[in-house]
């Protein structure tokens, strides 16, 4: 199986669009959760995620404050204003379809699980070697994709657990060009996030998206440009605050 990672599209249309020009060939798709949430679209987006042969999705935090499961009190000014707007702009179709979206983490298969923030914690970030250390751990299959930090990155564990466990940093995605392609040991465990889609936040605003190649043991970490200009217009139309047009364009 060959399986498309989106994850943190966050209504940004254009982004899902082009990564869904770009992305080739694959049998199905894995969710990481905030589909909505900051951008414009989120109507459009849900509906495209919906059209997609989905094998495994969970929610995000964003999903969740929208949906009108979580009152979003440790979101900032900018988020919940965001929340509020989406609130009002989703379909009701949407809104139920959203609010009954599954908390990871989900297995995909017996190799594979995803998770939006990290497999003990659906909101929690991995930022640090020791966020990676525990959401490493807490995974129950040899591959965990993850999102919610909006940066790319990889890790891998060594098979030898216990004492003499190490966890080495693979790659770390913080380079503009965003491109990676790691083949995986059927001898370690993987912590991978292949990046944000609709609201990158690694110094390149180019939409980011994995392709897992199962069979063939790999993970992709690619990059797309996509129309940034009409996502921003988008977002200034809808009257939302301009700082979220604004960190598209340097994928802050
Ligand atoms: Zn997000």
């Known amino acids: 199986m060959r399986y498309l990672v989106l994850s943190d599209i966050h209504a940004n249309l254009e982004a899902l669009d082009a990564v869904l ?9 894995l969710v990481l959760g905030d589909l909505v949430g900051y951008g414009a679209d989120p109507n459009a987006v849900i509906e495209r995620i ?6 495994a999705i969970v929610r995000g935090n964003h999903d969740k404050a929208a949906a009108g499961l979580d009152p979003a009190d440790d979101f900032n000014d900018v988020a919940r204003e965001a929340v509020v707007w989406t609130a009002a702009a989703l379909s009701a179709e949407n809104h139920t379809w959203l609010a009954a979206l599954p908390r990871g983490p989900r297995p995909v298969d017996d190799s594979i699980e995803i998770c939006h923030g990290t497999p003990f914690d659906e909101d929690a970030y991995v930022f640090e070697y020791g966020d990676a250390l525990g959401a490493i751990t807490a995974a ?20 030898h657990a216990g004492a003499g466990a190490s966890l080495s940093l693979e790659y770390v995605g913080s380079s503009t060009d965003g491109l990676c392609t790691l083949a995986m040991d059927p001898q370690s465990r993987y912590l991978v996030n292949c990046g944000a889609g609709g609201q990158p936040r690694d110094g390149n605003p180019d939409a980011a998206y994995g392709i897992v190649d199962a069979p063939a043991g790999s993970v992709a970490l690619r990059r797309v440009p996509y129309d940034v200009a009409l996502a921003q217009a988008k977002i200034r139309a809808a009257g939302l605050p301009p700082v979220l047009a604004q960190r598209l364009a340097v994928g802050r």
């Not at 020009?21 to 798709?29: K, Q, S």
């Not at 129950?140 to 098979?159: D, I, K």
């Open 21 to 29: 020009g770009a992305a080739g060939a694959y049998d199905a798709v």
């Open 140 to 159: 129950e299959r040899p591959l965990c994709l993850y999102g919610h930090t909006h940066v790319p990155a990889a890790f891998r564990m060594s098979a």
């Open 50 to 55: 919906r059209g997609l042969r989905v094998a």
